[in-house]
Each structure stands twice: as C-alpha cells, then as structure tokens.
C-alpha cells in the first residue's frame, strides 16, 4: 500500500509559477511509474505528466510540454512538478498517482494507477 500526499498548490497570476510536491509513504516508491493528473470543474481528469517505474522515461501532455517539468528523487520518496509560465486554464485540482511496474506504454492512463493522493487545488488568476 502507497499513500501519496500532495502539496504546494495556490494562487497564482498567469504568467506565474508554483512547484508541487507529492509525497509517499507505505513503502519506497522506487519501481513505482508515477503520474500527475488534474481535474478541472465540470471536465474530467486529464494526464499532465508522468515518469516510468525506472525513472527513465518522461512524458507531458502537449498542454503543458515545454512549461511544466517533472522530477523525482528516490531517496526522499517523493515527486515535483515544477510549472512555470501558468496559464487559467491551468487551473484544476492536482493529484499524483503511483502505479507498481506500470510500463511507459501506460503511463499517461489515469485507469492504471490503483493509488491517488487527496489532490492539491491550483488556481490561475488572469
């Protein structure tokens, strides 16, 4: 069992940056893929971002490729997603997700991650 817990959401003028933080603990998550989705109101949740179970593959959606950048550290057991150049439309609840030995075929899906954190709201202001 993996128990994430985001942080570092806000508010932020577009144009700004914010740096999320998920956190996990149950167990090392070295050999977990994990994932950044978001959840804007009224739409369902969307792939932002994800890295392979062996760390070296990343990938982005097209949204946010070149603006947001993912990052782990093992030893810390934790994720970030650094995201800069904010636009509204970023706006959304925030959630990491970890899957055990997802392979990088699947990492973008939302329905192979069993465990998901609480979420952390961001909201960009125009």
């Known amino acids: 069992q993996v128990q994430l817990v985001e942080s570092g ?12 933080s998920c ?11 994990m ?13 932002v ?3 392979n179970w062996s ?11 070149g603006r947001f950048t993912f990052s782990r550290d ?6 970030y997603l650094q995201m800069n150049s ?8 925030y959630y990491c997700a970890a899957s055990y030995g997802l392979p990088y075929a699947s990492i973008s899906r939302a329905d192979k991650y069993p465990y998901w954190g609480q979420g952390t709201q961001v909201t960009v202001s125009s």
Do not use: C, I, M
């Open 9 to 20: 959401g806000g508010l932020v003028q577009a144009g700004g940056s914010l740096r999320l």
């Open 23 to 33: 956190a996990a603990s149950g167990r090392t998550f070295s050999g977990y893929a």
């Open 35 to 47: 994932g950044w989705f978001r959840q804007a109101p009224g739409k369902e949740r969307a792939f």
């Open 49 to 51: 971002a994800a890295n």
């Open 55 to 65: 760390g070296s593959n990343t990938v982005y959606a097209d949204s946010v490729k």
């Open 74 to 79: 093992n030893a810390k057991n934790t994720v």
């Open 86 to 93: 904010l636009k509204p439309e970023d706006t959304a609840v």
